[in-house]
Structure formats: structure tokens, C-alpha cells
């Protein structure tokens, strides 16, 4: 019979997941409370449940112990950025030069927004003068910010939710990771 790890031990490694206890729930259909009370010692899980969340925790590690791509691998360091003041003309203009659909707004080493090529057409078809005007009109979110160390399957997880991400490191923007840079790792040998 295989021998379980403690629950700390199984906490500790849920966290060096960074995998929430009510992400881990869902993923396992508990609840959130019935994750923190094992963790926590408050009651004494069956081992059936107990095998259940170490064997989904232990796999996750290993299929990202697998993913031997990471954030410095992919991102593209030709990070292309304007200002809140940039106008929309200026932004096409940048985003025909580079051949790319989103820009992150950055000032002063802070990510203030974004704007893609999605929201520029639309707003542009809808008013075309707007084309004239500061590109804050229709900023959107910033783009989540991550360390060069994450693996491919993590960033792969974050764009599923938003068109970019940037890479940052020493309080610097290193980089930018968009779906186009995640596809090219699976091209290169």
C-alpha cells in the first residue's frame, strides 16, 4: 500500500502550485472549506479522498516538471508599448510596423492598460474620428504580469483569459508572450 504524504506536505505542495484550495475543489468537486479543514487538521479525511487530492496534486507537478519551456523561452523581448497620451493613429501605425494586435500601456514602469486591434476596429467602424483621440478612450485591462520563470502550461492557462502577457523582472518589463509566441515553442526543435 502506497503511503501517503501529511496533509502539511500535501498544503505545501498545493501552494508550490500555486493552486488555490477552491481551484483544487472544483477540480476535484469539494468544496473549499472541506480543503482547508483537511489541510488544517480540523477533520480527519478518508484515505479514499486524502489518495484523491495528493494523486491530482502530484500529477500537476509532474506533467509541469515535464513543461521544460518557460516564460524566458518564449517571450518575444521586442516589447513594443505606448503611452496613455498615444494617439489611436500612432497606435495602428506601431501595430502595422510590428505586425502585432495588442499593445500594453506603459508609463513610468506601470502596466496601466492595454488596447487590441479587436477594440480599435470596432471603435474606429463606430466612430471614425476617434482615430484622432488619446488612446485612454479605449484602453482596456492591463495584461497579467509574470516572472520568467513560469512554465509554458501556466502561461498557456493565463491566455486562454487574456490576448497577452508580460514578462517582468527587477520591477523591469522584459518581455511579452502572446498566442502566436506560445505556438512557435511546439515549431522549434
Do not use: C
Not at 11 to 31: P, V
Not at 177 to 183: G, H, K, V, W
Request: proline share 4%; aromatic share 4%.
Amino acid at each position: 500500500m502506497q503511503i501517503l504524504p501529511s496533509l502539511n506536505d500535501i498544503r505545501r505542495l498545493r501552494k508550490k502550485l500555486n493552486i488555490s484550495q477552491k481551484a483544487l475543489g472544483e477540480k476535484l468537486e469539494l468544496s473549499q472549506s472541506i480543503i482547508s479543514r483537511i489541510e488544517s487538521g480540523e477533520v480527519d479525511p478518508p484515505y479514499s479522498k486524502l489518495k484523491k487530492i495528493y494523486e491530482y496534486l502530484e500529477n500537476e507537478r509532474k506533467i509541469r516538471e515535464k513543461s521544460k519551456k518557460h516564460a524566458s523561452n518564449i517571450m518575444s523581448s521586442d516589447l513594443q508599448s505606448i503611452k496613455l497620451s498615444t494617439t489611436l493613429r500612432e497606435a495602428v501605425d506601431l501595430m502595422n510596423k510590428y505586425e502585432i494586435s495588442q499593445l500594453p500601456i506603459i508609463e513610468n514602469n506601470i502596466n496601466l492598460g492595454s488596447i487590441t486591434s479587436k477594440k480599435v476596429q470596432k471603435s474606429i467602424t463606430d466612430n471614425p474620428e476617434i482615430i484622432k483621440m488619446d488612446v485612454s478612450l479605449i484602453k482596456e485591462l492591463p495584461f497579467p504580469e509574470i516572472n520568467r520563470n513560469w512554465n509554458a502550461k501556466d502561461i498557456s492557462n493565463l491566455l486562454l483569459q487574456y490576448p497577452a502577457v508580460l514578462v517582468r523582472e527587477n520591477n523591469n518589463y522584459i518581455g511579452i508572450i502572446t498566442d502566436s509566441d506560445l505556438l512557435k515553442i511546439n515549431n522549434k526543435k
